[in-house]
Nanobody, 124 residues
Framework: QVELVEYGGGLVQTGDTLRLSCAAS????????MGWFRQAPGKEREFVAA???????SYADSVNGRFTISRDNTKNTVFLQMNNLKIEDTAVYYC??????????????????WGQGTQVSVSS
C-alpha cells in the first residue's frame, strides 16, 4: 500500500522559511517522479514544483526562485524548501507520486498517489 506523508507545515510570517518533507512508503521511490501541489481555500489545487526520477525539476512561476524541490532516494523522501514566504503562499500543500516520471510533470492528473496534505499559513 502506497503512503505519502507530508511534514513541516506551520504558521510563519512573511519572509520566513519552511521546509516541507514528504516520506513515501510502499513503492520503489526512485522509479517515481514527485510533485508538490497546493490548495488555498476556495481555489483549485495548483502545481507548485516537481522533480523527475533523474532529478530534473520544474516550478510554477509564482514560486520560481523562492522554492526548491529536492529528493533523497536513500530516505524515500522529497523536500520542498520554501524561502521568502508570502501571504499568497498560504495553502494546504500536498505531495504526489507519478510512476516513471522522468519528466517533472506539472499536471495533477498524471499523479497516481497523493498525501493528506500539510497546512502552511503565512501572516504579515
Amino acid at each position: 500500500q502506497v503512503e505519502l506523508v507530508e511534514y513541516g507545515g506551520g504558521l510563519v510570517q512573511t519572509g520566513d522559511t519552511l521546509r516541507l518533507s514528504c516520506a513515501a512508503s510502499g513503492l520503489t521511490f526512485n522509479r517515481y517522479g514527485m510533485g508538490w501541489f497546493r490548495q488555498a481555500p476556495g481555489k483549485e489545487r495548483e502545481f507548485v514544483a516537481a522533480i523527475g526520477v533523474g532529478s530534473s525539476s520544474s516550478y510554477a512561476d509564482s514560486v520560481n526562485g523562492r522554492f526548491t524541490i529536492s529528493r533523497d532516494n536513500t530516505k524515500n523522501t522529497v523536500f520542498l524548501q520554501m524561502n521568502n514566504l508570502k501571504i499568497e503562499d498560504t495553502a494546504v500543500y500536498y505531495c504526489a507520486a507519478n510512476l516513471g516520471g522522468v519528466t517533472p510533470f506539472r499536471s495533477r492528473e498524471v499523479y497516481e498517489h497523493w498525501g493528506q496534505g500539510t497546512q502552511v499559513s503565512v501572516s504579515s
